[in-house]
């Protein structure tokens, strides 16, 4: 039995640590809000989920948290939804809740969140896993939490409703050079209402040549009431290597702080050129995550 069904055991105490793993629940809120709320940037995700939700307990869609209790007290948790996302996991609790997702045989899209989290929550669920397509130990997570000192590219601005089918093409360009397929592959219905919810919610950032191309864009792909995480970032062939490229995040980065105080991202390690980017616009690195990719 999934142990996140309500007929399941409520408690599973791991022989490792003696720390009780279950399914959070609505009385569960507060205790996870203040577990996130130690790191809004590295917790973004859940501190969106809460936001929006309001409570600890399982999603309708069948998003579920995972709370790790040590004498009663909450000290981890682990988002488990079509991706898996720790918050304050380590070495210890980890790979314990590895193995407690390991025995729903749950298939998920992808992990990540802070490397120390993901790749031990990963040493155990890899062995029920398919093999991943991608794993990327090093991702630099970066922060600034005041304007850039570079002139910010005064073309960006959110992107119009009535501007989807030009955007989404280069939408699903950077999906392809970032993640490796078409997120479009098997029909654009849903990655298409990603793109417009994004618009909607004036999260997805633009700017066009004279001939109406895009010429650069970016979404603030998470947001809280704390923190704007940047995502997507996507510079048109065309004008690659022109230098335009602080610029144009100089101008995300006044667009992330308009809607909170502080705006992160984060980049592969391998990614040169993006990191030097984010070098020259101002960021710092706060700490360093890690995906896997299915």
């Given at each position: 039995m999934a142990p996140w069904?309500?007929?399941?055991k409520p408690d599973i105490r791991s022989a490792a640590s003696g720390a009780a793993l279950r399914i959070l629940r609505d009385e569960d809120t507060v205790a996870l809000w203040d577990l996130a709320a130690a790191d809004p940037v590295a917790n973004?995700?859940?501190?969106?989920?809460?936001?929006?939700?309001?409570?600890?307990?399982?999603?309708?869609?069948?998003?579920?948290?995972?709370?790790v209790f040590d004498g009663g007290t909450l000290v981890g948790a682990c988002w488990a939804g079509v991706n898996v996302v720790p918050i304050g996991l380590d070495a210890d609790t980890g790979p314990e809740v590895g193995q407690y997702l390991a025995r729903s045989r749950n298939r998920f899209s992808s992990i990540f969140g802070p490397a120390d989290a993901v790749l031990s929550l990963w040493s155990e669920l890899r062995s029920v896993s398919?093999?991943?397509?991608?794993?990327?130990?090093?991702?630099?997570l970066l922060q600034m939490a005041a304007p850039s000192l570079v002139a910010p590219a005064p073309g960006l601005r959110p992107a119009h409703p009535n501007e989807l089918d030009v955007l989404l093409p280069a939408c699903t360009a950077m999906f392809e050079e970032e993640v490796g397929y078409s997120p479009?592959?098997?029909?654009?219905?849903?990655?298409?209402?990603?793109v417009k919810g994004l618009i909607e919610r004036r999260q997805s950032l633009v700017d066009f040549d004279a001939a109406g191309r895009v010429v650069f864009k970016a979404?603030?792909?998470?947001v809280s009431s704390q923190a704007a995480q940047v995502q997507g970032v996507w510079m048109n062939p065309e004008y690659r290597g022109q230098g335009l490229s602080a610029a144009y995040m100089s101008a995300v980065v006044g667009a992330a702080l308009d809607v909170a105080p502080v705006v992160s991202l984060y980049v592969n390690a391998y990614n040169s050129a993006a990191r030097a980017t984010y070098d020259a616009v101002g960021f710092e690195q706060v700490g360093t995550f890690a995906t896997i990719l299915f």
């Open positions: 069904l309500p007929s399941a973004i995700f859940m501190l969106s989920h809460l936001e929006s939700a309001r409570t600890a307990a399982p999603t309708s869609s069948g998003g579920r948290v995972v709370g398919p093999q991943p397509f991608d794993v990327r130990p090093e991702q630099p479009v592959a098997n029909g654009d219905r849903h990655y298409r209402q990603r979404e603030l792909g998470t």
